[in-house]
């Protein structure tokens, strides 16, 4: 059986080292789940599919390395990958894909660009944030130097109307 850690908003401590490193030796790599509360669903599917020997979840709503707020993990994320790469098989990024969007009249990355969206009103014109994908690319670049990475999504938004979603 699987063994599932979740730590929301981890700071790395020998404590977390410890523990991580228990795991490792009882079960081997296991796989680290990165990202913004999109994320915590995929954290969900892996550690109740039982497919890793040990999965560790870092996922905090609001924090994404293209706009990373004061306390959102990613920095100490990077680094503790650097210095304990062994612990881990994989890496999964999963993050809200319309923080990759803009849309005129709306601020950038803005969920009110779909769920403002009436019925029958026109899906307003959106363009890729590519500042903002390249940002993260290079994030998760930066971690595949160490372990390999899987970039998950952006998926359709749970909050979008569905005729919305067929119109786009």
Request: glycine share 8%.
């Amino acid at each position: 059986d699987a063994v599932a850690e979740f730590f929301n908003g981890a700071r790395f401590d020998s404590a977390v080292l410890n523990r991580l490193q228990a795991c490792h030796r009882l079960h081997g790599k296991g796989v680290l789940v990165i990202g913004d509360s999109h994320a915590i669903d995929l954290y969900r599917i892996i550690s109740q599919t039982g497919s890793a020997p040990f999965v560790l979840a870092v996922v905090e709503g609001g924090c994404r390395p293209h706009t990373p707020a004061r306390d959102c993990p990613y920095d100490a994320i990077r680094s503790f990958v650097a210095a304990h790469p062994a612990l881990f098989d994989l890496i999964l990024f999963e993050q809200a894909g319309f923080y990759l969007l803009s849309s005129p009249g709306y601020p950038e990355g803005s969920r009110r660009m779909f769920s403002e969206l009436g019925l029958h009103a026109p899906v307003p014109t959106l363009t890729i944030n590519t500042g903002r994908i390249d940002l993260v690319r290079a994030y998760l670049a930066a971690l595949a130097d160490y372990v390999p990475v899987v970039w998950f999504g952006p998926r359709p938004e749970p909050h979008m109307p569905l005729d919305a979603i067929l119109r786009i």
